[in-house]
């Protein structure tokens, strides 16, 4: 790792050494946590250790405007989930909270600081066609930017295409499961919903059991297909194995858990990087007994490209290499997402149907990249 991403690491894992950081420090590191996504997370644990005076006046008054901007955020998540409880009232089957909704319902670690851009909902796949017709009704409409791209959700995909509310102008994803169904992983996601935990405050609502809290804040982290915020999604992780670890039987029924969803590689990596960056207490035993334990070779390949994709948010800070280590995890998240006669079909569409130069193509994101 480079030397510029030190103490932007440091500041993660000891929040308080943040009060003996000299401006030159601050001047990069506030940078570096903007462009990575964890200036919030910073602003967060600044408060909770109680160094917010400590620190100097212009970064207390951007971490202060960035905690309201997140605080005003998860207001309006929850509020968002009390109008999607009304839209979803007659929908049979659990409906699961996935990312930061579920973070902010289950009033998890990684909330505090975040920001958010959709709410992320999971439901059982037997019950799609209802949930997207209750979505509908009550005001939510396909953003898909082409009937391509329509096609390829609903076809290959592990969600329908992201819907947007015509009022409000929200972002919601509506899941069947965690990984699309044409990935070389196969995993199911009934034992999801089935040990899914009620949330009190909205009871049409349910948030993932704590391993699978993990599973899937693994699994979403190692099939990433670009970086910039690796180093958030690594620091939700890291949060919330700290508060699940100490639970007893915690690792044992991690362990269990990712041999019944055939998770165990996407697990294995993303906790030694945990462990690696942001001193996770991973016990060496779990490593050592994780399913689908990769070879030494993948794991040295896999530790030094995550080392240079991990500083590719900051540019004045890249390890070298990390273009080309950026690279192949992004040719890599698309091999494990879909085999080569339907990749290369679907690459070839969106290079020829990409927009021109210069136009906004925010509603045309490649649809393979999404997680």
């Known amino acids: 790792m480079t030397p510029h ?3 932007l690491l440091l500041a993660l894992r000891e929040p308080a050494r943040m009060a003996a950081f000299d401006d030159a420090t601050w001047d990069l590191l506030m940078r570096q946590a903007l462009s990575a996504g964890v200036l919030g997370r910073l602003a967060a644990l600044a408060r909770q250790a109680g160094i917010e005076a400590a620190l100097p006046l212009p970064v207390r008054r951007h971490m202060g405007a960035l905690l309201a901007v997140s605080d005003q955020q998860r207001r309006a998540v929850r509020w968002e989930l009390v109008l ?8 049979r089957g659990p409906v699961l909270l996935l990312k930061g909704a579920a973070y ?6 990684p909330a505090p600081g975040r920001l958010f851009s959709d709410i992320d909902l999971l439901v059982p796949r037997d019950q799609l066609d209802e949930a997207e017709a209750a979505l509908m009704l009550g005001g939510w409409v ?3 930017g082409t009937a391509y791209d329509e096609r390829y959700y609903r076809q290959w995909m592990h969600e329908l295409p992201p819907m947007v509310h015509l009022r409000r102008q929200t972002n919601l994803d509506l899941h069947h499961n965690i990984l699309p169904l044409t990935a070389r992983i196969k995993t199911p996601s009934g034992p999801l919903l089935a040990a899914a935990q009620p949330v009190p405050e909205f009871p049409r609502f349910s948030v993932p059991a704590p391993v699978d809290q993990v599973l899937h804040s693994a ?9 910039g915020h690796g180093l958030r999604d690594l620091a939700d992780l890291d949060s919330l194995l700290r508060l699940h670890g100490r639970e007893a039987g915690f690792w044992e029924a991690l362990l269990a858990r990712a041999a019944l969803l055939n998770l165990g590689r996407p697990l294995f990596y993303a906790l030694t990087q945990c462990r690696r960056w942001l001193h996770t207490p991973v016990p060496d035993d779990v490593l050592a007994r994780c399913p689908s334990r990769p070879g030494r070779l993948a794991q040295r ?6 080392q240079r994709a991990l500083t590719s948010a900051h540019r004045g800070s890249t390890a070298p290499g990390t273009r080309l280590a950026e690279f192949m995890l992004y040719v890599r998240s698309h091999y494990l997402r879909m085999p080569l006669h339907l990749l290369l079909p679907h690459l070839i569409v969106k290079a020829v149907s990409r927009p021109p130069p210069g136009r906004d193509q925010q509603d045309e994101a490649d649809p393979a990249a999404q997680p």
């Open 5 to 7: 991403w030190q103490a």
């Open 84 to 91: 999607l409880s009304r839209d979803l009232a007659a929908l």
């Open 104 to 109: 902010v319902a289950g009033e998890l670690p």
């Open 301 to 306: 390949l896999m530790d030094a490209v995550l």
């Open 142 to 144: 396909s953003a898909a």
């Open 219 to 227: 699994t979403h982290l190692m099939h990433e297909g670009e970086w």
